[in-house]
């Protein structure tokens, strides 16, 4: 049973390494791309750390000897293998959605909350993506507060240029 305990412990330190360093390993031994998949060492950790620990649970519940807690252990070791690859793969796929950039904000529709004089700054609220954004806005000619707005230029990073909308 001690062999078995000493797998699940192995198993839990290479996991716990895994998480640490990774891709460190592969980084240092050449091995990049090499390690994915089912030999990267999430997976190979969880493998044996369920081989050791499900053998070592057989040996001391049941009868069975340690050729049957090998196999009991394997068998749940290589699901749990498995379950990880597909874990990390989908965690790996997760991709968020493309930042908006400056550009993304010409044509935007918003509100002004801060009067916007003739000649100066005043503020805007505009939707980019679904958020709203708060930025300095400059106009041709003076727009009052609550007036629709467009998105004509990106001026700067926190900057935009409006005009108002006409109906």
Partial sequence: MAFFLGLGIVGIALLALSLIF????????????????????????????????????????????????TAIGAATGAVAGWLTWKLSRALMREQSAVTPRGDDLVGAAGSVITAIPAEGYGEVLVRVAGQPVKLAAKSTMPVMRGTEIWVEANLSSTAVAVRPVER
């Fill in 22 to 69: 990774d891709g460190i390993l592969e980084g240092l031994f050449g091995l990049d791309g090499l390690l994915d998949g089912w030999l990267s060492l999430p997976v190979v950790a969880g493998f044996v750390s369920m081989l050791g620990f499900t053998g070592a649970i057989v040996l001391g519940t049941s009868e069975l000897g340690a050729g049957a807690a």
